[in-house]
């Protein structure tokens, strides 16, 4: 991921030299690499993934084979953001500080939100967590609005002091783009229709584990794949349309995924086809 990272960045970096701006890309790099780690956190902590590295490997192949997720700073930053935000919900299972979990993955999804507008639609998966955990306490329907709050007085109050000036709703919001054409590109058109035909030959092995599941993991089960739905809605809204909006679409693939290849059946088959997403990101920009 670092080695695709600098390649990607690579005419930022090092024509002429910068300090300030070595200093934000080396900043980055670290969200990118810490977002795995997060990953990675949530699925073993979960259960939702035997302890194997299928996940960190399908994460850092999916991404780097769009080297636009490599040049963009705010969506790196914001997938973070949505991944701290994943982990608090998730926890939710254990029912234990169900107020502050709610609090805390609200706040990060809507500091999300100011790096990459919309991925502010991540709040369907927070209340989607209170319906499944805690939907018999009303309180816990509150405190979203309560979080949001506290970040419009924050974001309100660092502007005045810095810029001496209202943070604004136009600042804020990011204009949806439908133009698709963009995909036409191979080196964006061919990665994308071997992780969607992946996506959904892996979903089935999902949904049988799904159906398989115990009465309290099911609920988690559910909300990685409603997190799924959403960062295709996330994707289809996405101001820029250059394969950086599928960032927050992988993460919860990766898991799906892992699944399937951590399962014992089709054996060969799963080590050809994990072979070939290994090379995927390498032979992309050299054919394209």
Known sequence: MALFYVFANYEVLFTGFNVSLIAKKTGILVCFIIGVWVLDFIARKNELTQRSAFKIVLFAVFSTSFLPILRDNQVIVANLCVLMALRRIISLKSHKEIQKKIFDATFWVCIASLF????????????????????????????????????ILLVTAFHILFYDQFYSFLAWFQESSFDFQAYNDPGLLIPLSIILALSLWTLFHYFGLLKKASINSRPTYTLVFLTLLVSVAVAIFSPVKNGSEFIFYFVPLSIIASNYFESKRERTFKEILLIGLVLMPFLIPILF
């Open 116 to 151: 990459y507008f919309w991925s502010i639609l991540f709040l369907i998966v927070v209340y989607s967590g209170i319906l499944m955990y805690t939907a018999n306490y009303f309180k816990n329907w509150l405190v979203p609005p309560v979080a949001i709050f506290g970040v």
